[in-house]
């Protein structure tokens, strides 16, 4: 069974804190890696892509790939309540075919 | 209309009942996905779509029928369903059906079968 395991959370840290988001995936055909954002009711939407090992900075966010230990990560720093949401991690195969975890619910207190 | 649209928003039926949902692509992309996400599960991958050919049929049941006449329209056609079946169903499409290539979602559509 190919997975992508994610911590379920939930994850609380107070407004301006780092959030730190891991993924472990089992599938080593995995060449692409994506982070997706999932407010309550609503649909995922792309924070970031990973191609390589890593670390690849966007804003406020840096998402991490270490092959070797078939593992990615996604820091958030200043996090604002406005970035609670459920994260979810996917890994890419062939023909498009995404393989995403269970989530990681974030909650940012003010 | 931009990005990836979904009809319609909400969806009740019977176990008896047959349906259709409808995604339409305003991105010019040439590949489209359906997606089931229930709840405490992960996202679920279920027919990828190239060039309007089925490239991936994720062992989904045949209660479940997909459809892509052209690369902007994408059908999942349902009948006799199942209760187990309610879920959001989620469309996404990207520019090609590669392995790096992000994924646009759409609104999704929340079905509920009784």
């Known amino acids: 069974q190919k997975e992508v395991e994610q911590n379920s959370g939930p994850l609380s840290v107070p407004e301006g804190a780092i959030a730190s988001l891991n993924c472990t995936y089992s599938?080593?055909?995995?060449?692409?890696f994506f982070w997706y954002r999932q407010y309550s009711g609503k649909s995922p939407e792309l924070i970031m892509s990973?191609?390589?090992?890593g670390d690849k900075e966007d804003g406020r966010f840096t998402a991490q790939l270490n092959k070797a230990s078939q593992y990615v990560s996604l820091l958030i720093r200043d996090s604002q309540p406005s970035d609670s949401a459920t994260y979810l991690c996917?890994?890419?195969?062939?023909?498009?075919?995404?393989?995403f975890g269970q989530g990681t619910i974030l909650t940012v207190h003010p | 209309e931009t990005g990836v649209t979904q009809t319609p928003r909400h969806l009740v039926m019977g176990m008896t009942n047959k349906k259709s949902l409808k995604c339409e692509q305003h991105?010019?992309?040439?590949?489209m996905y359906w997606y089931k996400q229930s709840a405490k599960k992960p996202l679920e991958l279920m027919f990828v779509?190239?060039?309007?050919?089925?490239?991936e049929n994720n062992s989904v049941p045949s209660r479940f029928s997909p459809e892509c006449p052209n690369s902007s329209h994408l059908f999942l056609h349902l009948h006799t369903l199942q209760p187990e079946d309610s879920a959001l169903y989620l469309c996404?499409?990207?520019?090609?059906?590669?392995?790096?290539?992000?994924?646009?979602f759409g609104p999704g559509t929340r079905l509920l079968v009784l």
């Open positions: 996404a499409s990207s520019q090609e059906a590669g392995r790096g290539e992000t994924q646009y």
């Open positions: 599938d080593r055909g995995s060449q692409s």
């Open positions: 990973i191609y390589s090992n």
């Open positions: 996917a890994g890419g195969t062939s023909y498009g075919k995404l393989t």
């Open positions: 991105l010019g992309h040439n590949a």
């Open positions: 779509y190239s060039l309007e050919e089925r490239v």
